[in-house]
């Protein structure tokens, strides 16, 4: 079921099959994109709400006015500094994308993932991959095709293995409204990287299920372990010590005798290497039995801030 089998997939795919995809974030979920039959395996599989939108996945940038319209030179800017790479574009949808991809909205969510097996994959196919991340709703992103495998198991036919994600976390989604350049999700693509490019931009409150980021639910992300995010991990080991923690920090080990495992994201206190490894972490800890996890939170800076976002929402 795990395979580098890319015929194979490629056979799954234009069959109206989904396959488990890598990419540089997450893996994704994917299907082709004018397929009713795949896009309705995708919201069965996943137990995903029909109000949240995929992310539809392109081979190129050169493809992007197939399925967007009235592409802003902001938005062309982003695509020609980002793409291929870990940055989505909320954008008008050209009238041929079917509404089971962008929930009704007028909007289409693209994006062209950095990574060589979804790029060969993607060359290969006459249409796009709509693919959200290949969990179940709510629960940890996947970010090796083993995570996705335990997750699915012969519910789908094929995750194409392309090794473990380097980005590691989602891909940063931006939007327009007519005020300019809006945040729906803090992702692997620092913001400030991005308004380098564009200049200012606002953040949505994506703590609550708006119209315009309809999949952005405060609970997301969740271990099926109690998950305490901390300013001052120490201190809440002392109030938990009868319990087994696992516990997270940024680059320093933490000893304490309730502490059964503890997972260092960056020794070098490197925030992408961080961002990285925090789902893989997450994973691990949320296997071992434990009565709770603590996690550190990261500084409030560049990839700090999309890691604090996933472990505030894994907390809920
Ligand atoms: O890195 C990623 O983006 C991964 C990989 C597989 O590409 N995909 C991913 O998909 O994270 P998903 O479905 O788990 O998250 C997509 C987010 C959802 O929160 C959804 O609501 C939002 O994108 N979205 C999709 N279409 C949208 C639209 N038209 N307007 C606003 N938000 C949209
Ligand atoms: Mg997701």
């Not at 319209?69 to 500094?81: G, K, P, V």
């Not at 094929?158 to 999700?185: N, Q, W």
């Not at 972490?281 to 939170?297: G, K």
Request: proline share 7%; net charge negative; with cysteine.
């Amino acid at each position: 079921m795990i395979s580098t089998d890319i015929s194979q997939a490629i056979r799954i795919l234009q069959g109206e099959g989904i396959i488990g995809l890598p990419t540089e974030t997450v893996y994704g979920l994917a299907g082709n994109i004018f397929s009713e039959k795949a896009i309705r395996q995708i919201y069965e599989v996943k137990q995903r709400p029909h109000f949240n939108p995929l992310i539809v996945h392109l081979k190129s940038a050169g493809d992007l006015e197939k399925v967007a319209r009235d592409i802003s030179q902001q938005a062309q800017d982003l695509a020609e500094a980002f793409w291929p790479g870990p940055l989505t574009l909320v954008l008008k949808k050209q009238p041929h994308i079917p509404d089971s991809i962008t929930a009704g909205k007028d909007t289409v969510a693209v994006r062209v993932p950095n990574h060589p097996t979804a790029l060969a994959l993607l060359e290969q196919l006459d249409f796009p991959l709509a693919a959200p991340s290949a969990n179940p709703f709510s629960t940890i992103s996947p970010t090796s095709a083993q995570h996705v495998a335990q997750y699915f198991g012969d519910r789908i036919p094929m995750v194409l293995d392309g090794g473990a994600c380097k980005r590691g976390i989602e891909s940063t989604i931006i939007g327009f409204d007519e005020h300019g350049p809006v945040l729906y999700r803090h992702g692997s693509l620092a913001l400030a990287e991005i308004e380098r490019i564009i200049g200012p931009i606002r953040i949505k409150n994506t703590n609550n299920q708006s119209p315009e980021a309809p999949g952005m639910l405060l609970k997301h992300y969740s271990p099926k372990t109690k998950f305490i995010l901390t300013d001052q991990p120490i201190e809440v080991l002392e109030n938990l010590s009868d319990q087994k923690i696992g516990l997270i920090t940024f680059h320093t080990p933490i000893n304490h005798s309730a502490v059964i495992r503890c997972e260092v994201l960056s020794e070098q206190a490197n925030l992408e290497e961080a961002a990285s490894r925090l789902y893989a972490v997450m994973h691990r800890l949320d296997s071992l039995e434990l009565d709770v996890i603590v996690a550190e939170r990261m500084p409030n800076d560049g990839l700090g801030l999309s890691i604090n976002d996933r472990m505030q929402r894994a907390s809920f």
